[in-house]
């Protein structure tokens, strides 16, 4: 297995990817190439992949605001989960962000991903019950669901 960060020549295979994967949230705007472009271009050094044979199996997708941290779409490709992967590509963007001077990282995942839940929660992320999470959309965004 080969870690690396991430480059937008490697958009195609992380967004054929992230449709493989069940249970996650994307929109067609933030998750566009555009989109991701913007984030990589903002956060070079926290995003990273996993590849075997040529091919991406794992993806996570780490920003900072310069205060606190935040995980998007850690994703694993079915036939290499339970292997570390989620866990080294996890250790990897929570080092990045520490040499960036970030002391806490957030994350969303829906309540009804299961997997994705018990990962989470095996990597010391605590489920916060006192707070509201709420959105606005500053533009129409259409909602892709897998």
């Known amino acids: 297995m080969i870690y690396r960060l991430m480059e937008m020549t490697d958009y195609q295979s992380i967004y054929d990817l992230w449709m493989s994967c069940k249970n996650m949230g994307f929109n067609d705007k933030d998750d566009s190439y555009d989109g991701i472009k913007k984030l990589l271009d903002r956060n070079p050094n926290t995003c990273f992949v996993a590849i075997c ?58 309540k009804y991903n299961e997997a994705g839940n018990n990962f989470w929660e095996s990597q010391g992320f605590t489920l916060r019950t006192d707070i509201n999470y709420r959105n606005k959309a500053l533009t129409e965004l259409i909602r892709i669901d897998t």
Request: neutral net charge; aromatic residues 6%.
């Open 53 to 110: 044979d040529n091919i991406i199996v794992g993806v996570i997708l780490a920003t900072n605001d310069g205060r606190r941290g935040f995980i998007h779409h850690l994703a694993v490709h079915d036939s290499y989960r339970r292997q570390g992967i989620a866990s080294t590509l996890l250790d990897m963007a929570m080092d990045a962000l520490k040499n960036e001077g970030i002391n806490k990282v957030a994350l969303l995942c829906f």
